[in-house]
């Protein structure tokens, strides 16, 4: 299907489809991450997978061990708290520089994203690289106009961000709760009120942390139980 597609092409769609597989929990963490079962899996040759699979590591989902080899990465409780705080620093901060600089049409084609998300809850759950409209947060920090903080949160932390908010969105409820978070963060970017759309902002992440912390806590207790004599 893809042979009449470059080298770095093929790279860069199995880099996709082996980073989505990742979110979607398809490979868990810590999995043990064989060539050739990828090879077979995503019909990928043995080349463009390789450089896949270094780009992964460079983007932290995929941890190369000496005489391990490579695994799924598997985040402890202070990584992710580490990063969820990353966020709640850059995300507020983008929030706030694209409620300056966003034009009123950029802000209806928010809302309109957001009203899609809606109508389709998962499309907002950032489940693919090439999904067809960008998720919400990657909206907002594209119209801060930063190009530092697009880079940083839209492609060095990208992956790693997106394994724990698409678990954090699939859980009971929270998909409703986010759906009315994200509409006062728009109401507030419509007034033009940064500093208000910013704090909403960070509290919105605040609360998508508290959510993974616990969900993540709820699986080791699941995992422990099955385990246990």
Known sequence: MWDSLD???????????IADAIVRGELKPDTRISEAALAKQFRISRGPLREALRRLEGRSLVVVRPNAGARVVSLSTRD???LYEIRESLESLACQLAT????????????????????????GRASSRRAAAPDFHTAVIRGSGSNQ????LCGELFD????YRYRSSGEQGRTETAFR???????????????????????HIKKSRTNILRHEASAERQLAASEAP
């Open 7 to 17: 080298n770095r092409t093929l790279a860069d769609r199995a880099y996709d489809l």
């Open 149 to 152: 903080l697009i880079n940083l």
């Open 100 to 123: 300056e600089r966003m034009s009123d049409a950029d802000l209806d084609a928010l809302e309109a994203l957001l009203f899609e998300h809606e109508r389709d809850p998962s499309a």
């Open 181 to 203: 978070e994200h509409g006062e963060i728009v109401a507030a970017m419509r007034a033009r009120d940064g500093d208000r759309a910013a704090m909403l902002m960070r509290e």
């Open 160 to 163: 790693l961000m997106r394994v």
């Open 80 to 82: 992710v708290v580490e």
